[in-house]
Every structure is written in structure tokens, then in C-alpha cells.
């Protein structure tokens, strides 16, 4: 099986008003195989969130497997954010609080791909 995990957090709170990072890996038979990751700025006084680099990094991973004709079997991640987002998505239905570029190039992906299964697994603890 093949698994897309990614992760997206911010530089200081939430929201930034310095940015975030956003990483992604596909793990095939539980073996790493291939990975990116990347920021996002906050540019012209524009607040960066959790949800937007937690929603980046599933989609740098989707556009890469759906470029390479990946059959992906499950994307993990820690946002439910996110995952709610992606099944509306697939289903046709709004979702709210996306970039129209960013919704398009999901909706593209997701197309692709066709069906993705999720798994939510829980996140780590930002304070000691």
C-alpha cells in the first residue's frame, strides 16, 4: 500500500504573521520512498494558519502522486481540518475559507486520483 503523509505548522502562533512550513512523504510497503516540503510566507500584513500549511502539504502530495500515476491507497495526517475539507471536495460541496487556486488544483488532484482514503492520527503536543 501506498500512504501520503504530511504535516503542516506555523512559525510562532496560530495564526503566523511570519508563515509556515508544509511537508509531505510516500511511504510504499512502510518503506520512505519519495518527499517534499516547502513555506508559506505571510506576505502584505496577511495572517498565515494551521489549516492553510496543514492543506498545502496534502496538496503538493496529491498533485505529485496524481502527476506520476501513483495509485495512492490513504493520506495521513493530524488535521481533521483537512480531511473535512477534502471530503467535501471529492463530494461536490462547498467548503469554505480556500483560495479559489488552491480549491481548483484539490478538486483537479482529487479527480485524478480518484478514491482517497483518510486516516486521522493524533497530533503531537506544541507545548512541553
Not at 52 to 59: D, F, I, K, R
Not at 89 to 96: E, L, T
Request: aromatic share 6%; with cysteine; net charge positive.
Amino acid at each position: 500500500m501506498i500512504q501520503l503523509c504530511t504535516d503542516g505548522g506555523l512559525i510562532g502562533k496560530n495564526p503566523s504573521r511570519t508563515g509556515g512550513t508544509w511537508a509531505w512523504r510516500l511511504v510504499r510497503d512502510g518503506v520512505p520512498c519519495v518527499d517534499d516540503s516547502g513555506y508559506l510566507w505571510a506576505e502584505n500584513g496577511e495572517l498565515v494558519t494551521n489549516n492553510q500549511t496543514e492543506l498545502l502539504a496534502v496538496l503538493h502530495g496529491l498533485e505529485y502522486t496524481a502527476d506520476n500515476g501513483i495509485h495512492l491507497g490513504q493520506v495521513i495526517t493530524d488535521s481533521r481540518v483537512t480531511i473535512q475539507r477534502l471530503t467535501r471536495i471529492a463530494n461536490g460541496r462547498k467548503v469554505g475559507k480556500i483560495d479559489f487556486p488552491i480549491l481548483n488544483r484539490l478538486r483537479i488532484a482529487l479527480a485524478r486520483i480518484g478514491e482517497v482514503r483518510y486516516l486521522l492520527v493524533k497530533g503531537h503536543p506544541t507545548r512541553l
